[in-house]
């Protein structure tokens, strides 16, 4: 029996994506006179995604289903995470402008996002898999988040317009459950959706599974991620989240969007970065040898931090509006040298909770249902199960030692010791 | 020109309240038939509260008014706060039997709460100025504190329900922007309605707003207010909230509910423990030189601390039934030291909290708008400033030097120090 849905609502195909952007008179005259070519392209793990192009131009249709396409049917999900998805952008969009697609249309009634066609840009997860390099990419995921977090922080929101979006994204409560399962539960329990490589690292997984500190500490970041509305976050922001070009690059996909920890947005993408430099060794070809490739994903850690840093500083010296820090209680320059102080302490928690956020997504993509391509992708098995394990123990540094990490730097000379 | 309120509504006098009564059978045959006396006595800062008498029983009516009672119109607040109130003892009700008033009936459209009448209790504050001693009080508002914040927190519920409560209470803003302008803001900045007993006070006002490290603690504090979703806390738990018998203990007046740092319900008793001590030699007669009080009140900080850590945990390990820190993920003997060091790591930090947001009351009490009696009705102007400039004292070492507090040991050492 399928599952059901609100009336109005019927999964697009090739053929009534057609019609429905055919209704929609700006999308009409955005793309053209018919035909128009339509190809789904969803890989992902949960949405239709179809790209339509016209003579005049192109969008993409981003459609819910009612269930996790990555599990089928049997796994429902609420449609109205598209809802939070465009949420998300009406309440970023104006912050992040050339960092992520632009949202044309929204249409309640199907769950379906009509956006800008990112093209020639390809899934950064696969650009590094492929072996090539994005010069750009983590300095701009870096100001992306610096942005999209201060923005909507309290930092610069009034907090009545803050607790109005954290009401708004507390309904999105099916996606917060996912990632509270997943991500910090599974991996630490037995539990039918986990796989990792087996047999090779049934050992490491058992090893995880009896760890008590190392399950203390990712429950306490787990409790973190449940119980601070720091800011609205992406909520997913790892490198499959991320398109890009030589010089452009967009941050996708966040229907995970929610009030949480920032440090779970730059852990996310931190945790991708390191894991593509574990497994490039697995990906080598005679053409190939990613030897280069490994230095230049260690240097994109401290591009990355800087990146995130010093904007989310600057805007919080010229821009702060909010109820947090308030403006008229530092404008004395006497007040200076302890406002700064206080940013950098800041900026030091930012960067323990992207550390310990960063252990926890690194784990979950190895033990437990969702896995990156970046290992998955490794044909010889003992390579990915080597590769899989320095990231596990680089991961288990983080959560079990994080005093070790203050630094970018601390970050590099750690992963380099291990891989 | 009178402030606009809803149709339905109307503020109850001292002869409408007995027909807004008269019209619910259940409080009807609650009070026994009429006549029935009625006393106004509300002497809080924003509602009316009318005390009704029958022969049969008693009641006690809550009513917002819209706008704040001790400011006047000139200063609107939204009845809602009434909603709020009748939702928390909702959801904590059942938790804190016998710690809290019982409500009997909530009328949405008069913004009113009908509930028990505590009889024959005083409020705790004015008892404390009087010279009495409460024996379980503390103990009681400790284990108030652990049930009301644990049963509502990540630790008890599951994220599905806890983010519902988190959405309705979000909506609680004209109270949290009291909070958040009062408590964190106003009394490190020039501001109208701050108010001080000059010139005594006037130096260290002054020192106060020049202060650019309190500040930024201060800020830092009320950073965590904002952004943290721990539990549903009461959101005003002075001993002006608290009403007490010599063996009976009820916490009221939760209008200021809203999901926050547990450490903010801590501090605020705490706080309120700590200026009742350092008023009483103010309020010394020939009668009750206060020798013997200022001692006990000191007993009660550890009395207090413990009372709430050791319930707290006990009910952690008992009925944790929520997404943080799950179950089965601590299900094994093998894991048990583990989840106990976590669990004395949580109390450690929300010690932290309690002795930063402690600070953070007491200053806002000798320098903001909002005053305690404990230190007004000392008459002697000279006793009065320095009451409040050894509890000033003391809530400086709080947040300037925390790393001094990790015992409630640390806490009596410090009050005897100073006062």
Not at 365 to 384: K, M, Q, S, W
């Given at each position: 029996m399928p599952l059901s849905t609100p009336p109005g609502y019927r999964s697009l195909s090739d053929t009534s994506v057609v019609d429905f952007l055919a209704a929609l008179p700006d999308i009409r005259s955005r793309l053209g006179s018919q035909p128009w070519t339509v190809r789904e392209?969803?890989?992902?793990?949960?949405?239709?995604?179809?790209?339509?192009?016209?003579?005049?131009g192109a969008v993409c249709v981003k459609q819910s289903l009612p269930y996790v396409r990555a599990a089928g049917?049997?796994?429902?999900?609420?449609?109205?995470?598209?809802?939070?998805?465009?949420?998300?952008?009406?309440?970023?969009?104006?912050?992040?402008?050339?960092?992520?697609?632009?949202?044309?249309?929204?249409?309640?009634?199907?769950?379906?996002?009509?956006?800008?066609?990112?093209?020639?840009?390809?899934?950064?997860?696969?650009?590094?898999?492929?072996?090539?390099?994005?010069?750009?990419?983590?300095?701009?995921?870096?100001?992306?988040?610096?942005?999209a977090s201060f923005f909507t922080s309290d930092l610069a929101v009034p907090l009545d317009k803050k607790f109005d979006g954290v009401a708004d994204f507390a309904r999105n409560q099916a996606l917060i459950r996912i990632t509270?399962?997943?991500?910090?539960?599974?991996?630490?329990?037995?539990?039918?959706?986990?796989?990792?490589?087996?047999?090779?690292?049934?050992?490491?997984?058992?090893?995880?599974?009896?760890?008590?500190?190392?399950?203390?500490?990712?429950?306490?970041?787990g409790h973190k991620f449940l119980s601070s509305t720091e800011a609205l976050i992406h909520g997913d922001l790892h490198t499959g989240s991320v398109m890009v070009t030589q010089t452009d690059t967009r941050v996708m996909d966040p229907e995970f969007a929610m009030y949480g920890p920032i440090g779970f947005d730059l852990g996310a993408f931190l945790a991708n970065i390191l894991m593509s430099y574990f497994s490039q060794p697995g990906h080598a070809t005679a053409d190939n040898d990613r030897r280069d490739l490994q230095p230049w994903l260690l240097e994109q850690v401290p591009v990355f931090w800087q990146a995130f840093a010093e904007r989310f500083v600057q805007l919080w010296s010229d821009l702060s509006n909010g109820d947090?820090?308030?403006?008229?209680?530092?404008?004395?320059?006497?007040?200076?040298?302890?406002?700064?102080?206080?940013?950098?302490?800041?900026?030091?928690?930012?960067?323990?909770?992207?550390?310990?956020?960063?252990?926890?997504?690194?784990?979950?993509?190895?033990?437990?249902?969702?896995?990156?391509?970046?290992?998955?992708?490794?044909?010889?098995?003992?390579?990915?199960?080597?590769?899989?394990?320095n990231a596990v123990r680089l991961a288990r540094l983080f959560l079990l030692e994080p005093e070790r990490f203050t630094t970018p730097e601390d970050i590099v000379v750690a992963a380099k010791g291990i891989g």
């Open positions: 392209v969803g890989d992902g793990n949960l949405n239709l995604v179809f790209l339509v192009n016209g003579p005049a049917e049997s796994w429902p999900l609420p449609l109205e995470r598209s809802y939070f998805e465009q949420a998300y952008y009406h309440h970023v969009g104006e912050h992040v402008k050339g960092l992520a697609p632009e949202v044309y249309h929204y249409d309640p009634a199907m769950f379906a996002i009509v956006m800008e066609q990112l093209s020639p840009h390809i899934i950064m997860r696969r650009g590094l898999i492929a072996g090539n390099r994005y010069p750009d990419a983590a300095r701009a995921v870096g100001e992306y988040i610096a942005r509270a399962e997943l991500v910090f539960a599974d991996p630490y329990r037995v539990m039918d959706r986990n796989r990792w490589t087996s047999p090779e690292l049934d050992g490491l997984a058992a090893d995880v599974r009896a760890d008590g500190p190392l399950k203390a500490a990712a429950s306490r970041l947090a820090y308030p403006k008229n209680l530092f404008s004395a320059p006497s007040d200076w040298p302890a406002f700064e102080a206080e940013q950098q302490r800041t900026l030091a928690r930012l960067f323990a909770d992207m550390i310990g956020f960063a252990g926890i997504k690194t784990i979950r993509r190895i033990f437990g249902f969702a896995h990156n391509a970046d290992f998955e992708l490794i044909e010889d098995r003992a390579a990915r199960a080597k590769a899989e394990t």
